[in-house]
């Protein structure tokens, strides 16, 4: 679904307030989750937002005319396929998204966000928060994007972030987990 878990919002906003970025890249943001918690505790961020689901921007009002945007810059398209400068930033959120997709597409992807295409041209942080307990999910309200094709074990997802390099912190909720990855 287009909205998120309470659980881990707060051990993430202690992450991102100890981190400080000043670009973000929000992996399917649905209704803004991310950038609605970490936006007033630092200003002057700049937001990419990339979005597969085009009628959700409207929907959740991602972007607005008449007060301040939630997102800077959104990109509507699939970030398996999106350009490498957008996860060059100092944070790339992936909340509850790699649930959505094969889990050899989110490893690639990771991977990907952590490297960039000359291996060292990636993003400096990496937040991923997933579903840790079995949580089976079809398409909903016409977007067949919000399937759950994967259900991702905490020790997984571990092996995951660990296979990147760097640095790991770990949240286990008992519905969410969450890993922040630092370049270090």
């Not at 997933?130 to 092996?159: C, R």
Request: glycine content about 10%; aromatic content about 10%.
């Amino acid at each position: 679904m287009p909205t998120s878990d309470a659980e881990g919002k707060g051990w993430s906003l202690e992450r991102f307030q100890y981190h400080l970025p000043n670009t973000v890249t929000d992996i399917g943001p649905g209704e803004g989750t991310y950038a609605k918690l970490f936006r007033p505790v630092h200003e002057g961020v700049w937001w990419t937002a990339i979005e597969i689901h085009k009628p959700y921007i409207a929907k959740y009002k991602l972007r607005s005319t008449k007060t301040r945007s939630m997102y800077d810059e959104i990109h509507i398209e699939d970030a398996r396929e999106s350009e490498a400068h957008l996860f060059h930033r100092d944070l790339v959120i992936c909340g509850d998204v790699l649930e959505h997709m094969p889990p050899e597409d989110a490893v690639t992807l990771l991977a990907h966000i952590a490297n960039g295409p000359d291996g060292d041209n990636g993003a400096w942080n990496i937040l991923v928060s997933v579903p840790i307990v079995d949580s089976p999910q079809g398409e909903v309200d016409g977007n067949p994007h919000e399937a759950h094709l994967h259900q991702w074990g905490a020790d997984e997802m571990d092996d995951v972030m660990a296979s990147l390099g760097g640095n790991v912190e770990t949240f286990r909720g008992g519905t969410l987990g969450c890993w922040w990855w630092n370049r270090g």
